[in-house]
């Protein structure tokens, strides 16, 4: 006993020793209880926020998809998803560092996931497509091995393997690009799947200007029935550079039946049946519907380019104040646009 400690404090210290045993375990769950409600409260904000962000994604909202997205990865800041879709949203709004920043984070997060290294390599490219020659480089190197990397870890992850095809092919062999190297990656694709293959050959060619040898890859991709709804639109538009409305056809017929709910078909339908002069209103009621449904995204074809086809649609028509009308909307959209802007001069030309 301490000096000066008598009995009735040593009891009630004896006491206070006692009974904080029992306090603490009930303070120390209370506690984990509260730790546990916050966190899974947090992780299902980030969750309602995570699927909001995708649904402003979907509709080409991406500015509100980017705010909803941060807002998730604040509450779930592990969840690479959430990453990944941020990397599409910048990389949509041409926000180069952020998309890059984006996609780096799901690939720490997730290493081993390939289709974050897809994406990371898109990120990559996409800035050094806008980078000055040295920068534009080293982009461009790291695009490279982010797409090799992807198609080691998921040989069968298709879009990286034609994304590295198409680098191998287009690329100098200053940043590693070769056509040697796509070829055994097209050979081995080829027995993946025969469609993927064949559309890899074809996409091999048209970046070597090789066109005669791209048309006869093409046509092999779409009877080997490709699954990828961007396979064959991208093949439509090919056919759409290249005036090939019986192609154009066909890519319609199978991206409807593969995804019946993409909007892209519609467009091809119509642009194919203005190259064919078809005077019905079809090809306007095709190319409206797609103007409501279609998102503006990659590998859609934008509003500008449907505009401009209800230009030449009126124009067969001979109804030049209508095609002139649609022209001035597709400039409107993009001002750069010598498309639209010549045929806008052509038809103010002949008006009487």
């Known amino acids: 006993m301490f000096p000066g400690m008598d009995r009735a404090t040593k009891s009630v210290g004896a006491q206070h020793r006692r009974v904080p045993l029992r306090c603490i375990a009930g303070h120390m769950i209370v506690f984990f209880c509260a730790v546990l409600c916050v966190s899974a409260g947090a992780i299902v904000r980030a969750d309602d926020n995570l699927e909001s962000g995708r649904q402003a994604y979907e509709i080409s909202d991406y500015p509100k998809a980017i705010q909803l997205l941060q807002q998730a990865a604040s509450e779930d800041p592990k969840n690479p998803e959430i990453f990944l879709l941020l990397a599409k949203s910048f990389n949509e709004l041409q926000q180069h560092d952020q998309a890059i920043a984006s996609a780096e984070k799901a ?40 797409f090799d990397t992807a198609v080691h870890l998921d040989e069968k992850n298709y879009s990286a393997r034609q994304a590295l095809i198409e680098y191998d092919c287009s690329a100098p062999g200053i940043v590693g690009g070769g056509e040697d190297k796509a070829v055994p990656q097209i050979a081995r694709l080829t027995e993946l799947d025969a469609a993927e293959g064949h559309y890899a050959a074809g996409n091999c060619r048209r970046q070597k200007k090789d066109f005669a040898s791209a048309d006869a890859e093409f046509t092999k991709a779409l009877d080997s029935k490709p699954k990828s709804a961007n396979l064959i639109y991208d093949i439509g538009d090919y056919a759409m550079k290249h005036n090939q409305p019986d192609r154009l056809l066909a890519v319609a017929d199978q991206g409807e039946a593969v995804a019946p709910s993409d909007p892209r078909g519609k467009f091809y339908r119509a642009v194919a049946l203005i190259i064919k002069k078809n005077n019905t ?23 500008r380019e449907a505009h401009e086809w209800l230009g030449r649609y009126y124009e067969n028509q001979n109804k030049p104040q209508a095609a002139i009308a649609e022209y001035e909307a597709a400039l409107k959209l993009d001002p750069k646009s010598h498309t639209a802007s010549d045929a806008i001069k052509r038809l103010r030309k002949s008006e009487p």
Do not use: C, I
Request: proline content about 10%; aromatic content about 10%.
């Open 107 to 146: 690939v720490a997060l997730s290493p081993q996931n390939s289709v974050y290294h897809e994406w990371l390599g898109r990120a990559y490219g996409e800035k050094a497509e806008h980078a000055g020659p040295f920068s534009g480089m080293s982009l461009a190197k790291k695009t490279q091995k982010e």
């Open 281 to 303: 209103a079809q090809p306007e009621t095709l190319l409206r519907e797609y103007l409501k449904t279609a998102p503006t995204r990659n590998g859609y074809p934008r509003p």
